[in-house]
């Protein structure tokens, strides 16, 4: 979910230069995996490079297909009326968990490393009962903006463009989360080559800018 609009935005490009069509469907990470292991006809998955590096593994993307697209790091938001916390260091991002009276992040690989994070800081048992877990495919921001969650945590391209929520801004670099997000040639697909132009066209310096306006980087 978190390349939902960067992608829309970059198959759109190459649909006009290239005259093919492309039919993106954007769902959870985990369910996107769960799908192309089941044996669901794709040409592409695209999802964080170690769930690729899975199914490459696992046969079900082809060795040698793999591309890195994006580097995409975590940020913190509060609904858009909500006082606002100083997230400006560590400790004070840790001073504002620890004060939330309820939490949000994915079930994606951030909220795996946010939730390692916690229990290093020592406070994973003290905030247990405040966490709200976001269901797969499910931005942690409509929690945040209906006044569900206090303080949400996630991927900011899934954040920045959601109305009734205030961005706080990125995590500080000393504990920020970057995840790469790259795309695989399905072992099933019928259109490999095509897929590589694709792959190659999101690559470029055009594609670059589009990145760093849905909030993130060039891989």
């Not at 939902?4 to 959870?28: D, H, K």
């Not at 769930?51 to 975590?74: C, N, P, T």
């Amino acid at each position: 979910m978190a390349t939902r609009l960067v992608l829309s935005e970059l198959v759109a490009a190459f649909e006009q230069r290239s005259g093919c069509r492309v039919a993106i469907e954007s769902v959870g990470g985990v369910d996107a995996a769960k799908r192309v292991q089941a044996g669901e006809a794709f040409d592409v998955v695209i999802l964080a490079s170690d769930a690729i590096d899975k199914l490459i593994v696992s046969g079900h993307v082809l060795a040698g297909s793999k591309v890195d697209l994006v580097r995409s790091g975590v940020a913190v938001a509060v609904r858009a009326d909500a006082p606002q916390p100083d997230i400006s260091s560590e400790d004070a991002v840790r001073a504002a968990v620890l004060a939330a009276r309820s939490i949000s992040y994915s079930t994606g690989p951030s909220g795996v490393a946010l939730a390692r994070l916690f229990e290093r800081w020592g406070i994973a048992g003290d905030i247990q009962g405040r966490i709200v877990q976001a269901p797969p495919g499910v931005p942690v921001g409509t929690l945040v903006a209906r006044g569900e969650v206090e303080l949400g945590f996630q991927q900011l391209s899934e954040l920045m463009h959601l109305d009734g929520i205030r961005v706080l801004g990125p995590l500080p670099p000393a504990i920020q989360i970057i995840t790469t997000f790259s795309a695989g040639v399905c072992s099933g697909s019928t259109q490999a080559e095509a897929v590589r132009a694709m792959l190659a066209d999101m690559n470029t310096p055009e594609a670059a800018e589009a990145k760093r306006r849905q909030g993130m980087d060039p891989a």
